[in-house]
């Protein structure tokens, strides 16, 4: 099939890539000249496991190719999807432009029937509106046909995702859309949900929603067991061997960010409200996930009593491991609050450190490994748990660091070992 992939970002460059690799011709387009620019001469922008390597075969097969024209692309295609950013405006609702830019891109250029697919992540109703803004700016009196079709992958093993979703969820309005879609995803072998348009616009919203609702309730657990001197993660384990409840999203930490769940509760919370509805368990959801990131403060506060002019030393900065992802990361609003109470910080991420430059700046230190961010710091606070972060030499960390106290914000380590080490240790929910 021929595809169009509007918005080559983390969603539409992997989209892209495997939808080629599927053995369609695909177009990724980019209003950013810079990144096709890149792309084209090899360079992939972002961080993702595997994806360079599929970039450049499937570009060799001449399967995939990189455009900042929407229109030709749109021409030269069959599907199009609509994968460009949808980021909260001020008051937390979805800023659709980018969405409503592309759709008058489309409508432009359409000369033949279209299937046009939502991809990226946006409040219900957006298909009516998408439909009424094609039909409104059309050229040329042609079928089309909108879909929508929610994206889940997750980012540092998104190539696996896509290859085995646990879903694909299809929202549709004519029979010839769910053909077009469900031959296209055929080669995956996966489970196809088949709905209207509006469901599969809930389902996205309502999945990222109660993924950050289960990390919340963890977290909103643990503060109870470090009130009475337990251990969370024994706590979570026990609760999620039920298999109705199930372990995964019931880590304690200091709370979810990334570039979804963060943006995606608040644009549901949003158009709940504008349907009437006041979503209330939502809301705490937010307000439990801003009070750990005020709790790792809080902590490391405690820990060193006053906080001018103390080191930090900071390991991680990604939402999570195996990206370069730092959007709405809880590492980044934690780092700014502690440089606006005095601190100095010294950080070492393996793959983010760049992407935070442009969010931190020179206020604080990059260092070139995790031994050199520990240097002459009074505390360390583990943000992300990359690997390498797990297997470390402590006695050399011990060592070198003014103050052996460590913060595991992710309660990666054995407390018990590290103690027996000689670190004053302190986790989320644990002693
Ligand atoms: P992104 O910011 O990485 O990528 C969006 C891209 O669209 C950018 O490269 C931007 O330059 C481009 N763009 C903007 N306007 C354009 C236009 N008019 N024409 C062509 N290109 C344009 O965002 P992302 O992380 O890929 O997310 C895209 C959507 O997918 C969002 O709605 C997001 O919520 C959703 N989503 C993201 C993830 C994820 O893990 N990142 C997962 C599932 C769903």
Known sequence: M????????????????????????????????EKIKQLNSGIIPIYEPGLEELIKKNRQNERLSFSSDNKEAVRKSDIIFICVGTPPRNDGSADLTGIEKVSRDIAESMDSYKLVVEKSTVPVETGERLKDAIKRN?????????????????EGSAIEDF?????????????????????????????????????????????????????????????????????????????????RINSRFLKAGIGFGGSCFPKDLQAFIRISERLGYSFDLLKEVEKINEMQRALVVKKVSDMLWNLPDKIIAVWGLAFKPNTDDIRSAPAIDIIKRLVAEGAKIRVFDPVAMENAKSELGDQIIYCQDAYEAVEGADCVVLMTEWNEFKELDWQKVKDIMKQPIILDGRNIYDPDKLKGLGFKYTGIGRQ
């Open 2 to 33: 021929k595809l169009a992939i509007l918005g080559t970002g983390y969603v539409g460059i992997v989209t892209g890539t495997c939808f080629a690799d599927l053995g369609n011709d695909v177009i990724c387009v980019d209003n950013n000249e």
């Open 163 to 243: 290859n085995s979703p646990d879903r694909i969820v299809i929202g549709v309005e004519s029979k010839k859309a769910e053909k077009i879609l469900c031959e296209l995803y055929e080669p995956l072998n996966a489970k196809i949900v088949v709905t209207n348009i509006k469901g599969a616009e809930i389902i996205k919203h309502a999945a990222n929603s109660f993924l950050a609702t289960k990390i919340s309730f963890i977290n909103a657990v643990s503060n109870i067991c470090e009130k009475v001197g337990t251990d969370i993660n024994a706590v979570a384990e026990g609760v999620g061997l039920d298999p």
């Open 138 to 154: 059309m050229k040329n009196d042609v079928e089309f046909d909108v879909a929508s079709n929610p994206e889940f992958l997750r």
